[in-house]
């Protein structure tokens, strides 16, 4: 039933491809943050709403600012492993990829009265620098043979009922490479609509059918992604007697997106009867920069030394989008007049609408001994929003319809993340963290079951005026992935693939106190 419910979802998708290349899924990886910052924070799984006194909580709740009692630098390089598994008719597929970045680096200026108080204004302070929010490097390969259906079958199924002439973007690419062709003769400049069938194909006076019942045939597609997405912090704060901590943080976001899709597909060598086309890749390319702003702001409050109490609110980021994109076919000598077919590169730019996002949290101090750490937080991702650039009455109609697929979509999604740390002496620090992120998809659609986790451990060293924080997190997704959609094929001929995803971070922060 969720397959059925996800057609709609699916259209988008196609759509998007035909139209502009952003589809309800690109609105979710410009929305969705998965935050590292320093080791510190990361191997406390990120709860560091009530904390504060590490840089990364500037992106998590700016109120941590005031916390500070010194100045401070700090940056973090980190390594990141990202290994995937893909379970597609029963058949693994295997990648992995390595990415070394800096995933943090900024200065915390704290400024106190030349008589130290502990009433009123305790300390002011400033900060400027970058946290990193979310990684795209990943590989992930899916792999089946002797399936019952192609890609060129979402193709029709989306081309159906259009006239030659009117054919756009990837669906007029596989026209033009001889892939669909009309059941009726028509020429290519014909506006009358037309059905069509694919190249896998054959057709009788009854319309197309299916040959490769016997032995089907082999696909093998490989999805590269890689960039990331962060933000430059700018950020003040107040500690007011010791109990009362205010921050703010104007944050100037960045977003850099390239994926690469090649999917492959051949008739089974067993099939000998079959002798039109037997193979085909198409390549599919996607380029996206975006640049933004947001405004965060939070509070902490510590009615006795050992608890704080916080919440923070971060307003959507307006960003601005750019984006590339174009397809291409590979087509085996002699099947059509050339053995490569392509579109232009289209281009294409829109103003995007991310989500508010609500965060609640506290916080367990133990003196010297150690601390517990929680945070709650809340993200409507039915409230993204496409929105158009100029005043073309059209892209805004599209784009309207966009946002009611957003609507129809997506849902809130709850996250809980957990750190707790203990000090065995004076300079040593252990850490453990954990969070879960639930589904922000509705419970008519495929993903809406899936769960993301993190695991997360550390430790930290403090020595005079210098520390260094080592930190380790392991990030698992699970998803469950379409290839394609046609309405003509049965749900058995075209099956989901599982998708996993294990994210190993390791990151060293080193910092100095002044």
């Known amino acids: 039933m969720k397959r059925i419910f996800s057609i709609l979802t699916l259209f988008v998708l196609a759509l ?44 998590i709740n700016p109120a941590g600012i005031a916390v500070y009692r010194s100045s401070e630098f700090a940056f973090t390089p980190a390594l990141h492993l990202n290994q995937s598994s893909t379970n597609y008719y029963g058949n693994t597929g295997e990648d992995e990829k390595l990415k070394l970045s800096i995933q943090q680096i900024g200065y915390v200026g704290t400024f106190k009265p030349v008589r130290e108080v502990s009433s009123g204004i305790v300390s002011t302070h400033f900060a400027i620098g970058y946290n990193r929010n979310n990684s795209f490097n990943r590989n992930s390969y899916f792999m089946a043979n002797g399936v019952q259906s192609s890609l060129m079958d979402e193709v029709v199924y989306f081309a159906d009922n259009t006239a030659p002439s009117s054919l756009q973007s990837r669906q007029r690419l596989f026209y033009d490479a001889y892939l669909i062709d009309p059941m009726a003769e028509q020429d290519e400049n014909a506006t009358i609509p037309s059905a069509y069938y694919h190249a896998f194909e054959d057709i009788d006076e009854e319309g197309p059918y299916w040959p490769h019942q016997q032995y089907g045939i082999d696909q093998r597609r490989l999805v590269e992604e890689q960039g990331n997405a962060g933000e430059f912090v700018l950020s003040g704060g107040l500690n007011i007697s010791n109990m009362l901590y205010l921050g703010a943080t104007l944050g100037i976001a960045t977003h850099s997106y390239e994926r690469t899709l090649n999917h492959y597909e051949q008739v089974n060598p067993n099939n000998t009867d079959w002798n039109y086309l037997d193979h085909y890749t198409l390549t599919e390319e996607l380029r996206s920069n975006a640049i933004g702003a947001n405004l965060k702001v939070g509070i902490i409050y510590k009615p006795i030394n050992a608890i704080r109490i916080a919440t923070a609110v971060h307003l959507p980021t307006f960003y601005s989008v750019d984006e590339e994109y174009a397809y291409s076919v590979d087509l085996p000598n002699g099947f059509a007049e050339y053995q490569n077919y392509s579109t232009p590169q289209y281009e294409f730019s829109y103003n995007f609408t991310t989500p508010f996002k609500f965060i609640q949290s506290v916080g367990l101090v133990f003196g010297n001994k150690g601390l517990l750490s929680a945070d709650y937080e809340f993200t409507d991702y039915s409230s993204m929003k496409f929105k158009a650039k100029g005043t073309n009455l059209d892209i805004r109609d599209d784009l309207s319809f966009f946002n009611q697929q957003i609507n129809d979509t997506f849902r809130g999604s709850h996250n809980l993340r957990v750190g707790a740390e203990v000090k065995p002496s004076e300079v040593l620090s252990l850490r453990g963290g954990w969070g879960m992120l639930t589904s922000p998809y509705k419970s008519n659609f495929l993903n809406t079951d899936d769960t993301h986790y993190t695991y997360s451990l550390g430790m930290g060293f403090r020595m005079n005026n210098m520390f260094v924080d080592l930190g380790y997190m392991l990030r698992q997704e699970k998803s469950t992935y379409s290839l394609y959609y046609s309405g003509f094929v049965s749900e058995e001929d075209q099956q989901t693939a599982d998708l996993k995803y294990n994210n190993h971070q390791v990151a060293l922060t080193l910092g100095w106190r002044f």
């Open 16 to 59: 998007g491809i035909t139209m502009y290349g952003q589809t309800t899924d690109d609105a979710l990886r410009l929305s969705l943050a998965r935050p590292a910052g320093t080791a510190r924070s990361m191997s406390l799984g990120n709860a560091m709403g009530a904390l504060g006194g590490d840089f990364t909580s500037l992106s």
